[in-house]
DNA sequence: ATCGTTATCGGGAACGTTCCCAATTGGTGG
DNA sequence: CCACCAATTGGGAACGTTCCCGATAACGAT
């Protein structure tokens, strides 16, 4: 890749990098003559203006940091696929890492990006994250910050989720209303926002319905390996066991959707199922899932065009807002009634 | 973001950047007093280089970009992950590309990431090129390249499939063991070397059967919205219409499950089914699908590793290889047999 | 006392670009 | 004929690093 530069014009033509400069430019100062030599010249040599050098000059890199758990989960890579839509309609590129669900891996990586010079930062928290000092040192800085689904709520900047409340709430409440009472609620780490605003749409549809909530029904996961078949067993164990399974998260609704057929339980007759999951599928299983889905892509998208305008802003804006995007509830063969 | 520099503290410590750069070096010309004021005053200050400069200087970018069809698809979404890893583990970062199944997009991008000075190219062509003249041109100028799964076969350079043909013909051979006689064949835009590579392993598996090839059963696909139930249409109106259907893309399995499902044929019953599919909810599918598996995450990796090998080596191999993963035949109920 | 050596540091160019501040023309009005 | 202005161009600093060349001092050897 040896390029060509302004330098190179500029012996070529006997101008001055100045002059060339400008006429690339188009600026109003070179004479119609000289812009033509140029820009012929420039053409014919295959110039491309080197934007290291750019950054260099202007400190900014036009390109993105994003940083999520994992790229292979689908919520996650429909979101990625928004976030690369918004920005490359305004010219950015996007530089991708994950943390793996490590709060380790997340500190390092972050503060690698910003050292890379990312113009903004756009973030989905690791599930083991519950301090975040690495982000609130890294927005002092200055550095531009958005987060999107797994928020924190202790760090003020944009923020763009779905309505995770009325989500769960809107779930939970269809399966009070088609005659369940004993909902197994799986999710992810207590620490999360997410998490949190989750439970409290379950709690809330109980509450609607007169049922008491019972905590040995809820079971926050870490997504370890025999945490599948622990967990099953567990609540079946209970002197009343669920009759109904909601799980908070894509990466938890098929398996368990399969550790329970393993099991040999009948769904929807012996347990109603209905999880928040993103994929195309799930009217192709069996039976066909009942959904939350959440809009990924335009999560995505969202937050990748706040950042950028947070990015492109002269100063703070005086007042960050959180977009709170709506859910849909989609009912299938799962879920169905139980008398 | 206001950073500080390495001017910053010479100036602070009254010391010439020379000086400081050497300390930060951990030089062997640099007093170990010196070093050690400089290398204090740097972390109090949370001193970072910045890697702009340096790439101006060295003229590498110290990261690779990557250009897929699409990222909201699993086998992509998933190789990614494994490039994303391998990138990692050598202190690369990933810029993130999509041509969206695109011919002119697909050259305007990749041009915009080699002026980004990207330091080499990981891609999988769209499924409407056929000239590629652009990244010949690339190449010529000094790009190292780096090919996966969808590979041209007259560019010389690393590249990295699964096993296409044999995974075809072990999919179309177990369809033919089975009794199926009438196996339609769902691919891709013919121009791409995947496409002809599978559709040779399902011609020759019709050969080892004595079953002769006909042109009709297959259908290539260029994602148009209404062309799933349009292909099914015609191939259930031809004479002999297909008694088994062989997909050739993550993309294409889904519609077209659902869409002989939709028309009411039933599976394995009226038609067999088997699919090239890197999803892990192939079995909690109704009938539960039989697949061909492609290594997606092995397959980035390896890609990865090749691409920077090839950055880091002084020269030009003497070489090019051509890694050929094996692909899994996983048999489900959708390809049960006929009698 | 002179010289070479070693240890330690500074000056300044270079990477590719932009932009501020001149410098050089040609022409025009007084 | 000179001052002045507009049009066009050039010079050079700056962005943050690295690295090639020197420069300085101390010191032992001759």
Chains 1, 2 share one sequence.
């Not at 938890?252 to 959707?257: K, N, R, T």
């Amino acid at each position: 890749m040896d390029n060509i530069t302004i330098k190179d014009i500029a012996k070529a033509l006997n101008l001055s990098t100045s002059t060339v400069s400008r006429a690339l430019r188009d600026s109003y100062e070179i004479s119609p003559e000289t812009k033509r030599m140029v820009l012929e010249y420039a053409e014919r040599m295959h110039y491309r203006p080197n934007p290291i050098a750019l950054s260099l000059k202007e400190n900014r890199s036009q390109s993105i940091g994003v940083m999520v758990p994992e790229i292979a989960n689908n919520y996650f890579s429909q979101a990625i696929n928004g976030i690369e839509a918004a920005a490359y309609e305004r010219g950015y590129h996007v530089v991708i890492s994950q943390s793996q669900e490590s709060y380790e891996r997340e500190i390092a990586e972050v503060e690698h990006l910003a050292s890379r010079r990312v113009d903004g930062l756009l973030m989905s928290l690791s599930s083991h994250t519950a301090d975040v000092s690495h982000l609130k040192s890294l927005q002092s800085r200055g550095m531009p910050l958005v987060f999107f689904d797994r928020i924190p709520s202790d760090i003020e900047t944009h923020k763009v989720i779905a309505d995770n409340k009325g989500g769960a709430f809107e779930a939970a409440d269809h399966l009070l209303e088609t005659g369940r009472r004993s909902i197994a609620h799986i999710t992810s780490q207590p620490g999360l926002f997410i998490t949190r605003e989750r439970l409290q749409g379950y709690k809330d549809a109980l509450q609607k319905h007169n049922v008491p909530f019972r905590e040995e029904l809820v079971k926050y996961c870490s997504y370890a390996s025999d945490e599948v078949e622990r967990n099953i067993d567990a609540l079946f164990s209970l002197p009343q066991p669920p009759d109904a399974f909601f799980t908070a998260s894509d990466r938890l609704a098929l398996p368990y959707y399969a550790g329970l057929k393993k099991r040999g339980f009948r769904i929807p007759e012996d347990v109603a199922f209905l999880g928040y999951f993103n994929l195309n599928v799930s009217d192709l299983l069996d039976p066909p899932m009942s959904v939350v889905v959440q809009p990924a892509f335009e999560m995505g998208h969202k937050a990748a065009e706040l950042l950028l305008d947070l990015i492109e802003a002269k100063q703070k804006p005086d007042a960050y807002q959180t977009v709170n995007l709506s859910t849909k509830l989609i009912i299938r063969g799962s879920s169905l009634g139980k008398e």
